[in-house]
């Protein structure tokens, strides 16, 4: 395997707010450049960043061990450390899907629309790249290839802010993402992490960086996403935390509602998709719900439960009103008895964060009402909320889960990476 050089390209200069500028002014000149690149070159320059990816295995996992073993000394909790943790197949994977993203088809230039006014004018509104995307994440290392590579195919380039837990790991995977697209062709500068822990840096990106950065994402818990909507003097694609629901109606079948349960909850329980409350219906809580919790709890899944759920199984610990709210990414579930569709759908508006909730049901009126009345970014019917994922809508990845209400919403992938603008074809018309 080839030796990676970790070695930061802007280590020299003394003062962070000037290397932030020259970073932003890198990113910039290489978003011009990549903006006008053909589909045929960016495909080539992801294959080409795939292919470092699996070339460098050995360097990124030498460095993640690194992250990994600072984040034990440090007390980190087991979630945060699954989060952090590659191994060769989450790199492989993490390869893959740079591959897939190259595969997709090429979002710039679309036309969106096209029409021609009473005076002769030829109108088209066409998908354009939005420039220069800041990402900032904390502790999943995989966000340096999927949003580098999102961005490069949408036709941007990408200033990238690792958390200091994956810091290390970042600079590895994005020092073979850079020599993949120099040797493609195209300017490494489309992908530059910032080669430093300071939190400083990430005020400095938050300002804009005196234009130079377009629009913001934050990957991260609740405190890093209020931060970022409070003093961003951009854009904001808003990831807020993924307090995620399975709603078990009164139509549901308790085999299906089990699997999904614990796949919803159990599978990974460190990522944003990750169910944190069960609400089960009344009219089915004497045939489903002490079902339901054991198998949580075999699981090994900690259940804290309202005064019904309490009463099915003493190993239950009681719920307060904070656990409705908590976004736990941890083996651990809220669980909450409810009087109904209205009360569920109640209960998710006022405790959820929008991202994804789920209904276990048979019964189509219940599943048509749900899906249409819960306002959230996604929203599954008799499918577990793990599949809140761009990779698993076809995107290849994610560069998050937007859950506003603004440009995006759900998985932001190539698509919405993209703005327009509007081209006008005249034949010497004027404005009277």
Request: hydrophobic share 45%; charged share 25%.
């Amino acid at each position: 395997m080839p030796v990676l050089n970790l070695r930061s390209d802007f280590a020299a200069p003394p003062d962070l707010s000037e290397q932030m500028h020259e970073i932003g002014r890198r990113a910039r000149a290489a978003a011009r450049r990549v903006a006008q690149a053909s589909a045929q070159a960016k495909d080539i320059a992801l294959r080409q960043v795939a292919d470092r990816l699996r070339m460098n295995r050995d360097a990124i996992l030498a460095e993640n061990a690194r992250d990994v073993a600072a984040a034990k000394a440090n007390g980190q909790t087991q979630a945060l450390i699954d989060r952090l943790t590659l191994d060769e197949g989450r790199l492989a994977a993490m390869a893959d899907a740079v591959a897939k993203i190259g595969a997709l088809p090429d979002p710039v230039g679309r036309q969106l629309a096209a029409f021609e006014r009473p005076n002769g004018l030829l109108i088209e509104r066409i998908a354009v790249p939005l420039g220069v995307v800041g990402v900032i994440f904390e502790s999943r290392p995989n966000v340096t290839a999927d949003a580098g590579a999102l961005c490069l195919k949408a036709g941007n380039a990408a200033i990238l802010r690792a958390g200091s837990d994956s810091h290390r790991t970042a600079m590895a995977i994005a020092g073979a993402m850079r020599e993949g697209l120099e040797a493609a062709g195209l300017p490494a500068d489309a992908v530059q992490i910032v080669p430093t822990r300071d939190r400083a840096a990430v005020g400095a990106m938050l300002s804009g960086l005196d234009g130079c950065i377009d629009v913001i994402v934050p990957r991260g818990g609740r405190g890093l996403v209020e931060r970022v909507q409070s003093e961003a003097k951009v854009p904001v694609f808003a990831h807020l935390d993924g307090i995620c629901h399975v709603y078990v109606a009164a139509g549901a079948d308790l085999d299906m509602a089990r699997t999904l349960v614990l796949n919803s909850k159990m599978r990974r329980t460190g990522i944003c998709g990750a169910a944190e409350t069960l609400l089960v219906d009344r009219a089915v809580a004497d045939t489903h719900l002490a079902p339901l919790v054991t198998a949580l709890i075999e699981a090994g899944c900690v259940v804290r439960g309202d005064a019904a759920t309490q009463a099915v199984d003493g190993r239950v610990v009681a719920a307060t009103e904070a656990d409705w709210r908590t976004e736990y990414l941890d083996a651990i579930i809220a669980v909450k008895v409810v009087d109904g569709l209205d009360a569920a759908i109640a209960h998710i508006e006022t405790n959820g964060s929008h991202h994804t909730d789920a209904i276990v049901t048979a019964d189509a009126d219940e599943a048509t009402r749900f899906l249409a009345e819960v306002d959230s970014a996604i929203v599954t019917h008799n499918a577990s909320t793990q599949f809140a994922d761009g990779g698993e809508f076809g995107f290849g990845a994610e560069i998050g889960i937007a859950t506003g209400r603004m440009h995006a919403r759900g998985p932001v992938g190539v698509e919405q990476l993209t703005t327009f603008k509007y081209r006008v074809h005249g034949r010497g018309q004027t404005r009277p």
